[in-house]
């Protein structure tokens, strides 16, 4: 089992920034690859962001590309998502999740644990 805890979220004006914390706890956090999703009001769950178990490799959302960047810390057993220039539309809650292939996936039903999430509010 790996748990998942988020925070950092909260309310922002629009081209403001936050950064958003995800820490491990349970198995051994750099076997797994991590990703970061997020869910709007009457949404569907969508992809924002993915890193490698080594950190090396990441890939985002053409959304947030230029954007928002990930990072993970695997001495800290933490990842993050330092998000800039933010817009209304980003809006939503975040979630991380824990994927025991090697360089995660944007597709959610391929992670194995999830976090509860934390609300973001980008006002404009």
């Known amino acids: 089992q790996v748990q998942l805890v988020e925070s950092g979220g909260g309310l922002v004006q629009a081209g403001g920034s936050l950064r958003l914390s995800c820490a491990a706890s349970?198995?051994?956090?750099?076997?797994?690859?991590m990703g970061w999703f997020r869910q709007a009001p009457g949404k569907e769950r969508e992809f924002v962001a993915r890193?490698?178990?080594?950190?090396?490799?990441?890939s985002y959302a053409d959304s947030v590309k230029g954007r928002f960047t990930i990072s993970r810390d695997n001495a800290k057993n933490t990842v993050y998502l330092q998000m800039s220039s933010l817009k209304p539309e980003d809006t939503a809650v975040y979630y991380c999740?824990?994927?025991?292939?090697?360089?995660?996936?944007?597709?959610?039903?391929?992670?194995?644990?999830w976090g509860q999430g934390t609300e973001v509010t980008v006002s404009s």
């Open positions: 999740a824990a994927d025991r292939d090697y360089t995660g996936s944007p597709n959610p039903n391929e992670y194995d644990y």
């Open positions: 890193i490698s178990r080594s950190g090396i490799t990441t």
């Open positions: 349970g198995r051994t956090f750099s076997n797994y690859a």
